[in-house]
């Protein structure tokens, strides 16, 4: 049966309607995996012998000792962005086919995504390299065993919690309390990580203990998804009760106040853009990278890390303008709508968020002014420049967005195509390349007062600006409303 299932799954992607685009994304998507997967592979060999032969520690050992965030951090990528794929699986609930067996293979699959085996890549790797310098092979496969299973509990506690947001902000806030014992030295987690991991290898017995976790809890969540499996209960698009909601004071402004109106509504009533705006807050904490990795030493990188941590929320919601609409995009394209005020309520909306974020990021300040300098300078870019080129790289996303769905919060489709990626050059790299240049032969308040001149150059030519952007949209209006049709 698992067989024939695989079968269907391959002929439904080539029946499709729109193969040629899925084609091309599956080769774009098959070469990530692959760089992924040497840089995994490259990353063992690197924390081996780098561990071994510069830190003079057992690498099996200092692994073990920080798995405890590898496990962590593996937890929130799946919570992110892992779904139950229940689209395909509903047609099979009308059939007569065991019901166990269609959740089962239901579980199955979250598996073979990669999110979900990328770390065996790793594991798989430096347990080869520990095999090759002469541990034991016993303790290496139960090693193995025993930190695989616990990894893969991850699928499961995604699936039982993955619509409990309450308990996911617990799950954080623990997390970070955690982190915050283990940097004061009160509690030695990441000694209790390394005790806890490394037992795998010198009592391979112990493993036995992941994989009877890993059977309970794969037992515990084919039960709860059983329970609810039923195209008109579990599977069924939650509905709530319709309220009223409208921002009084915006509708003096006209068709962009209404239509600021109701893209605020929007982020509070909708899973996905509660995501966005949950995202955007996260990006603040962006800049906190470069004070624990030296990789994000440097002026560009300052510039970098300041674009993301003022412009989370743009390149998160404008980047999907229109998709947003999509549900009723072809109706609203039949009316009266005119492009520029619905386009400007966008570029408004993100530069109001873009504003605040620049006074929120004030507190960077407390690790140099320097730093300000250079994030407010960035948020001014962002304003004036990065915004436009946001609304831009939107009228080329033609991927359908479902407010209703129960995807995660980050999203549903890709949204790169070439053409926005040609855009990351004036988003990023421009700023980027500006700042590192004045800064070099300059010092940083040239630095920071050419980044802001650009800002200002692109909010003075904003109109102009916004006449291409409106052509371009008025475009790809048709060939948009196509993609948008389409399920």
């Avoid at 200092?62 to 593996?74: K, Y």
């Avoid at 010198?202 to 493993?207: G, I, S």
């Avoid at 980047?319 to 520029?340: H, I």
Wanted: glycine share 8%; aromatic share 20%; with cysteine.
């Amino acid at each position: 049966m698992f067989k024939r299932f695989l079968k269907l799954e391959w002929k439904s992607f080539f029946r499709g309607s729109s193969v040629g685009i899925n084609l091309a994304m599956k080769i774009f998507r098959f070469i990530g995996i692959c760089f992924f997967i040497l840089w995994l592979g490259m990353m063992a060999f690197v924390a081996f012998f780098y561990v071994q032969e510069e830190m003079k520690m057992d690498p099996l050992r200092m692994i073990s000792r920080f798995l405890i965030i590898g496990w962590i951090g593996d937890l929130y990528f799946k919570y992110m962005l892992q779904q139950i794929p229940t689209q395909n699986i509903k047609p099979f609930l009308t059939l007569n086919i065991p019901k166990k067996v269609v959740v089962n293979y239901t579980l199955i699959k979250t598996f073979l995504t990669p999110l979900s085996w990328f770390n065996s890549i790793f594991l798989i790797t430096f347990c080869g390299i520990l095999a090759y310098s002469g541990y034991d092979l016993p303790g290496i496969f139960a090693w193995f065993i025993g930190v695989s299973s616990l990894f893969y509990l991850n699928n499961f506690l995604n699936l039982l919690f993955n619509d409990k947001e309450n308990i996911a902000i617990g799950v954080g806030i623990f997390t970070a309390a955690l982190a915050a014992l283990n940097y004061y030295e009160i509690i030695p987690v990441l000694s209790y990580s390394e005790t806890v991991f490394y037992s795998f290898y010198k009592h391979p017995y112990l493993a036995v203990v992941s994989v009877l976790l890993f059977a309970a809890l794969w037992k515990i969540t084919f039960n709860y998804i059983r329970k609810g499996f039923y195209l008109d209960e579990g599977l069924e698009a939650k509905k709530e009760i319709g309220k009223t909601e409208n921002i009084e004071f915006l509708n003096k402004y006209g068709a962009i106040g209404t239509f600021i109106n109701n893209d605020i509504k929007m982020l509070k009533r909708n899973k996905v853009t509660k995501g966005v705006m949950t995202g955007s807050v996260m990006f603040l904490f962006y800049g906190l990278m470069m004070f624990v990795n030296d990789v994000y030493s440097g002026p560009a990188w300052m510039m970098f890390m300041g674009l993301m941590v003022t412009g989370g929320f743009q390149f998160t919601f404008g980047g999907r303008v229109p998709a947003f609409d999509s549900a009723y995009y072809p109706l609203m394209m039949t009316q009266n709508v005119p492009y520029r005020e619905y386009l400007k309520a966008k570029w408004w909306l993100m530069n109001i968020v873009t504003a605040i974020s620049i006074v929120i990021a004030l507190f960077y300040a407390y690790f140099g002014w320097e730093i300000y300098f250079a994030f407010f300078a960035a948020g001014l870019y962002n304003i004036g420049v990065n915004s436009q080129f946001t609304l831009l790289s939107g009228a080329y996303n033609k991927n359908l967005i479902d407010l209703n769905s129960k995807e995660k919060r980050v999203g549903q489709k890709n949204t790169f195509t070439f053409k926005t990626i040609l855009l990351i050059i004036p988003k990023m790299l421009l700023p980027m390349g500006v700042y590192y240049v004045m800064n070099y032969f300059f010092g940083i308040s040239t630095a920071v007062i050419s980044i802001g001149i650009l800002g200002l150059i692109g909010f003075l030519f904003r109109e102009k600006i916004f006449d291409m952007i409106i052509e371009k949209y008025k475009t790809e209006k048709y060939s948009t409303i196509e993609a948008f049709k389409k399920d």
